[in-house]
């Protein structure tokens, strides 16, 4: 059985920013897999051998679903790599274990509510408030980052 290193498992901030990473990346997974059983469903192919493969080229096109489903995922490509960044030089300031936690549960929450809601079309502002609420604790994060390293410009 394998353990990381007993400097990271003493680091209770990072094991938790290293949890709530994870889940979020798994989320990422899922809507990659979601998105192609779309296109499979739909017949809609973004490369012609793909269509070729599934029934001929006039399956090489767009589709309103497939397109949602891609949408969310860059969302989350342009939200959740930011935060992998933050997250993890956050984690080396030495914040209280409590409030690191709830900056990463608050934002992992908020991207798994901004997917759901993306994804099956829920009612506005859900998508939109779930968007905010999950950069308040990044905005958080970069200005605690900033205020430390001033010091160092």
Not at 51 to 65: M, W
Not at 70 to 77: L, Q
Not at 79 to 97: H, Q
Request: charged share 20%.
């Amino acid at each position: 059985k394998r353990h990381l290193p007993s400097e990271m498992m003493e680091n209770t901030v990072f094991m938790s920013f290293t949890f709530y990473s994870t889940i979020l990346i798994l989320k990422m997974y899922v809507v990659a897999i979601i998105t192609g059983q779309v296109r499979l469903r739909k017949k809609a192919f973004a490369n012609p051998e793909d269509a070729l493969r599934n029934g001929g080229l006039q399956y090489h096109r767009e589709d309103p679903d497939v397109e949602r489903c891609r949408r969310a995922h860059r969302n989350d490509m342009e939200n959740i790599f930011p935060f992998l960044f933050l997250g993890a030089v956050y984690s080396l300031l030495d914040p209280s274990p409590t409030v690191a936690r709830i900056h990463f549960f608050i934002f992992c929450v908020g991207r798994i509510i901004h997917t759901i809601a993306y994804l099956l079309r829920l009612k506005a502002p859900t998508r939109s408030v779930a968007y905010g609420v999950a950069q308040l604790p990044c905005f958080s994060m970069a200005l605690q980052i900033l205020l430390a390293t001033t010091p160092y410009w």
